[in-house]
């Protein structure tokens, strides 16, 4: 699963990275760097409209109505999106890619949190969806991050993983003309090649953390 991401790059950096994929910007208001982006908190996502890409702020917090209560997803499975109610129209209609340059996991055994990268430090995108729903009369919008098995490097820690895209399989993802089945070729896990992992603080665990200690390497927990 995806828990808690970053993107610990300068807000410039960050605009040169959308305005070089999509010819888009970022939201005024949108603080950066982030070390421990959390559920509930908003993250930076483009979507395509139909017409043009657009990217804004949006919860990192997907309501599915569960036996009459709403109950926050903030991961679901690439493998079954497209076949389960919950998902099924937004994985259709309401695609996103989710801006991040790394993510924690913790291993399952001794719960110590990892911190996993691209070699090249640079920033990527998640395969995310989706959804806006009324409740308690007020319209409330919510995103998710798509898994996927993890690569051989993560699946020591931990079975699954976030989907990363990048090039012209992001640019795909948000495609609209393409059937559930085309979206879902594109949704593999990322080459454990192109990837880094490391030990980072406990600290990382409170979500209210949020400093560039965190994504330090450390040896001492």
């Not at 605009?15 to 982030?34: A, E, H, S, W």
């Not at 055994?109 to 070699?119: A, F, G, L, N």
């Amino acid at each position: 699963m995806c828990g808690r991401f970053t993107i610990s790059k300068e807000k410039e950096d960050v605009v040169k990275f959308l305005n070089d994929y999509f010819q888009v910007t970022i939201p005024g208001d949108f603080d950066l760097p982030r070390y421990n982006v959390s559920p509930g908190q908003k993250i930076l996502a483009v979507l395509f409209d139909g017409e043009n890409h657009r990217a804004g702020l949006i919860p990192w917090d997907y309501k599915i109505n569960h036996h009459g209560r709403y109950k926050q997803m903030i991961n679901a499975r690439s493998e079954s999106v497209d076949g389960l109610y919950a998902f099924k129209k937004a994985f259709k209609s309401k695609r996103c890619l989710i801006v991040a340059d790394g993510f924690y996991e913790w291993d399952q055994s001794s719960k110590q949190p990892y911190r996993i990268e691209k070699h090249n430090q640079g920033l990527y995108f998640y395969a995310g969806i989706y959804d806006g729903k009324v409740i308690g009369g007020k319209k409330h919008f919510g995103a998710l991050i798509l898994t996927t098995e993890a690569n051989p490097l993560i699946k020591k820690h931990h079975p699954r993983m976030p989907v990363m895209l990048e090039g012209q399989m992001a640019k795909q993802y948000l495609n609209d003309s393409l059937s559930a089945e085309a979206v879902k070729l594109l949704l593999h896990p990322y080459p454990e090649e192109k990837m880094t992992i490391y030990p980072v603080s406990k600290d990382v665990n409170n979500g209210k953390n949020d400093t560039s200690d965190l994504i330090k390497k450390t040896t001492n927990n």
